[in-house]
C-alpha cells in the first residue's frame, strides 16, 4: 500500500482515498482532489459522478461541458482539445499551481474501420486524441503532480499486441499500444518524482463510443477502475491491468 494513503472500502461504496495530514501538499482530511479528461460523458462524466459522491474536489475537463456533468458540482474547464497546445495552454492557466492527488487521462475517440475500407485520416486523428493528446496533458500536469499523486491512463485491451486474434481497428489498436508505450516510460519517469501510473483497460463499457453495444455499464466500470488506482503504489507502477484486477498481456 502507498504509505501516503489508505483505502477504506465499505459494502456498496467506492472505494476512497485517505490523504494523511504528514503529506506534503496535499489537503486536509480525507478529500483528494482528482482531475477528469473527456469528462462531459460515458467513463469520464461517472467518475465524476462517483468522486464528487464521495467528497473529492473533481477538476473536470472536456471540450464541452453537459448538463449531467454541471450537476455534480465539479469544478468545470472547458475549451480543452487534448489535441493542441492551446488546449493545453488553457488547462494549464485555468489550473494555476492547484495541487492533484490524481489525474484520470481518459479521454478518447474510437473509428472504426478495416483493410478494406481504410481511412489513414482516422487512423491519425486516433493517434493524436488517443495518444499524443494523453502524454500532452501528462507533461502539462508535472507541476501539479507531487509526491504520492497518481496518475491514471484509460487505455484498451484491444492495444495489446499479443491479445490481438481479430485484426482490424487499425488506428484505435495503433493509437492504444502507443498510449501504452507512452505509459510505460512515464511509470519509469515519474517514479523517482513519487508519482505512481496505472495503464487500465476499462472493460466493454456501455457507452455512446461504442454506440451503447458493451456489457459494463460505466458506472461500473469507474467503480472498479477507481479500485485499481487505489490499489495503485510506486511499486505497481507501470502495469498494464483490466478493471477487474487482471494483468494483461503487452
Not at 503529506?23 to 469520464?44: D, K, P
Not at 473509428?111 to 486524441?129: A, F, H, K, T, Y
Request: positive net charge; glycine residues 12%; contains cysteine.
Amino acid at each position: 500500500m502507498d504509505p501516503d494513503s489508505a483505502i477504506f472500502v465499505m459494502p456498496g461504496r467506492t472505494p476512497r482515498l485517505t490523504l494523511r495530514s504528514g503529506r506534503a501538499g496535499g489537503m486536509h482530511g480525507s478529500m483528494a482532489t482528482v482531475l477528469v479528461t473527456g469528462a462531459n460523458r460515458g467513463i469520464g462524466l461517472a467518475f465524476c459522478q462517483l468522486l464528487r459522491q464521495r467528497g473529492d474536489a473533481v477538476v473536470a475537463v472536456c471540450r464541452r461541458s453537459s448538463p449531467e456533468l454541471d450537476a455534480t458540482g465539479a469544478r468545470v474547464i472547458a475549451d480543452v482539445d487534448v489535441t493542441t497546445g492551446h488546449g493545453a495552454v488553457t488547462l494549464a492557466k485555468a489550473l494555476g499551481s492547484t495541487r492533484l492527488d490524481l489525474a484520470i487521462l481518459n479521454a478518447g475517440i474510437l473509428r472504426e474501420s478495416g483493410l478494406d475500407d481504410l481511412d489513414l485520416g482516422d487512423v491519425r486523428e486516433q493517434l493524436e486524441v488517443n495518444a499524443v493528446g494523453p502524454l500532452r496533458i501528462a507533461q502539462t500536469l508535472l507541476p501539479n503532480l507531487g509526491r504520492g499523486s497518481k496518475l491514471a491512463l484509460i487505455t484498451s485491451r484491444m492495444g495489446s499486441i499479443a491479445d490481438n486474434g481479430s485484426g482490424g481497428a487499425y488506428g484505435y489498436r495503433m493509437s492504444k499500444a502507443a498510449l501504452n508505450a507512452a505509459g510505460v516510460s512515464l511509470a519509469i519517469d515519474l517514479r523517482p518524482r513519487g508519482v505512481a501510473v496505472a495503464i487500465l483497460h476499462p472493460g466493454y463499457v456501455r457507452t455512446e463510443m461504442t454506440g451503447h453495444s458493451g456489457n459494463v455499464e460505466a458506472r461500473e466500470a469507474a467503480q472498479m477502475l477507481l479500485a485499481r488506482i487505489g490499489e495503485l503504489t510506486l511499486e505497481t507502477s507501470g502495469r498494464f491491468l483490466h478493471a477487474n484486477g487482471q494483468t494483461l498481456p503487452w
